[in-house]
């Protein structure tokens, strides 16, 4: 009966050291895809990216926005391009902030890279949520989706594409990050400092399979 409960305790704890290590591992962020459902979603000649939408293209006032540079790319599925697909996370993380309104409205999503560092991915332009903050998610959870046509029409056209941010830290004031703007930025150093360009950072991480 000893001999049983030693062994019975040994396997327990041999469980919970394995199940704890897998479980710590599934949510660093190793493969990375498109966050739309493309043809294939490790290559990027799959998307459609709007003209003048590139990162770091110069934006003009709007509103009470002022001229800034682009710190995201602005996507859309080359194949399909059918309104209200849905928007999945390009690598797993854990969900960190769902804020602002249509069309504005924006997920932040944290990754944690196997170097044990973290970055963050940005989903703007998105609406009808089906994760909530806190969530772990991986590249097949179904986050969001892109407005259809009815919502189209309400916010505007050009609203037709998820806007794609990567970040390499948060703002100085990110509390108020998550809680109202995205970072906007002036300056180009300020974008370099911020932000990956989100093509080259994907392209180059695709190739990691
Ligand atoms: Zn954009």
């Known amino acids: 009966m000893k001999a049983f409960i030693i062994i019975f305790t040994c396997c327990f704890i041999a469980y919970v050291i394995v199940f704890g290590f897998v479980s710590r591992n599934t949510s660093i962020a190793e493969a990375w895809k498109l966050p739309i459902q493309t043809n294939d979603r490790q290559n990027w000649s799959t998307v459609l990216k709007d003209p003048d939408a590139h990162f770091k293209a110069l934006r003009a006032e709007f ?67 089906q994760v909530n903050v806190g969530d772990a998610i991986d590249t097949e959870t179904v986050m969001a989706r892109l407005m259809n046509i009815a919502e189209l029409e309400i916010y505007g056209q050009d609203y037709h594409h998820v806007h794609l941010e990567i970040m390499k830290k948060l703002p100085p004031y990110a509390a108020e990050f998550y809680q109202q703007k ?21 392209k180059e991480h695709f190739q990691q399979k």
């Open 63 to 129: 509103g009470p926005v002022k001229l800034h540079y682009h710190t995201g790319v602005d996507i859309r599925n080359k194949s399909y391009d059918i309104p209200g697909e849905p928007v999945y996370p390009i690598a797993a993380g854990k969900v960190i902030a769902i804020e602002d309104s249509p069309p504005q409205r924006r997920i932040v999503v944290e990754h944690l890279l196997p170097n044990r560092e973290k970055i963050w991915s940005v989903y703007i332009h998105i609406i009808d949520e």
């Open 182 to 202: 995205t970072f906007t930025c002036f300056t180009k150093h300020e974008v370099d400092e911020y932000y990956f360009d989100p093509e080259l950072f994907l």
